[in-house]
């Protein structure tokens, strides 16, 4: 038998062109304060042309979240996308800050691009508090570990993904995601409008709460058009 080996620098260019394609995306996520209560956000064309839902739901938590008291931390929001967004222009994110209580604080966030609003979101942020706490539990099907992530699964599908799809389809991504139950999206099946996932980034983020929540916002347009 002949054990094959990567050499130690080709596994370091690998792990940095992870790293950097993971610290672009919070870049991206953070964006740039502009005034008092507006940010600019730059946008991201991941291969479709329009602006990607997450990358707006994500720099919408993120402008909320900078006007709010850190020790609060984000509850609940509502999105609603209103016009599509253009993926070469950069889009300006207005906050209203309605009210700012003992234990809640409420924004609303108007994402503009052309002088036109193509989002809006309600976000209501608490205080860390006891209460009751709830979880769905895990559908079972194995541990994420044992598990073939959506990048794996492309690559190994690759030589039947249309070529002007191929290289966006295989590329590196910021986050791993791993289906409990893949299908082929070349022979796709009839099945319940439900999909289980497991999702982790693919380096570690910095300890700190508004990160993961706005991150965790971007990641949720994912898998979504496949269970409809």
């Given at each position: 038998?002949?054990?094959?080996?990567?050499p130690s620098s080709a596994r370091a260019?690998?792990?940095?062109?992870?790293?950097?394609?993971?610290?672009?995306?919070?870049?991206?996520?953070?964006?740039?304060?502009?005034?008092?209560?507006?940010?600019?956000?730059?946008?991201?064309?991941?291969?479709?042309?329009?602006?990607?839902?997450?990358?707006?739901?994500?720099?919408?938590?993120?402008?909320?979240?900078?006007?709010?008291?850190?020790?609060?931390?984000?509850?609940?929001?509502?999105?609603?996308?209103?016009?599509?967004?253009?993926?070469?222009?950069?889009?300006?994110?207005?906050?209203?800050?309605?009210?700012?209580?003992?234990?809640?604080?409420?924004?609303?966030?108007?994402?503009?691009?052309?002088?036109?609003?193509?989002?809006?979101?309600?976000?209501?942020?608490?205080?860390?508090?006891?209460?009751?706490?709830?979880?769905?539990?895990?559908?079972?099907?194995?541990?994420?570990?044992?598990?073939?992530?959506?990048?794996?699964?492309?690559?190994?599908?690759?030589?039947?993904?249309?070529?002007?799809?191929?290289?966006?389809?295989?590329?590196?991504?910021?986050?791993?995601?791993?289906?409990?139950?893949?299908?082929?999206?070349?022979?796709?099946?009839?099945?319940?409008?439900?999909?289980?996932?497991?999702?982790?980034?693919?380096?570690?983020?910095?300890?700190?709460?508004?990160?993961?929540?706005?991150?965790?916002?971007?990641?949720?347009?994912?898998?979504?058009?496949?269970?409809?």
């Amino acid at each position: 038998r002949v054990a094959a080996s990567v050499p130690s620098s080709a596994r370091a260019t690998v792990a940095l062109a992870m790293a950097n394609v993971l610290t672009e995306l919070l870049d991206l996520l953070r964006l740039e304060r502009i005034e008092h209560n507006l940010f600019r956000g730059q946008s991201q064309d991941l291969g479709w042309g329009n602006v990607f839902g997450g990358q707006v739901l994500g720099q919408a938590l993120s402008a909320a979240e900078q006007t709010v008291e850190p020790d609060r931390f984000a509850h609940s929001m509502h999105g609603y996308f209103l016009r599509t967004g253009n993926a070469k222009r950069p889009i300006v994110y207005e906050v209203d800050r309605i009210r700012d209580g003992k234990s809640f604080t409420t924004r609303r966030v108007v994402a503009v691009q052309d002088g036109h609003a193509i989002f809006s979101m309600s976000a209501s942020f608490q205080l860390h508090e006891p209460g009751f706490e709830h979880h769905a539990t895990s559908p079972g099907g194995g541990e994420p570990e044992s598990l073939a992530s959506e990048l794996e699964l492309a690559r190994r599908f690759a030589h039947r993904i249309p070529e002007p799809l191929r290289e966006q389809a295989t590329c590196e991504r910021p986050l791993e995601i791993r289906p409990l139950d893949p299908y082929d999206p070349m022979r796709p099946d009839v099945r319940p409008p439900q999909r289980s996932v497991w999702y982790r980034t693919i380096d570690k983020l910095p300890d700190r709460s508004s990160v993961h929540q706005y991150l965790l916002a971007y990641a949720s347009d994912f898998n979504l058009l496949g269970v409809t």
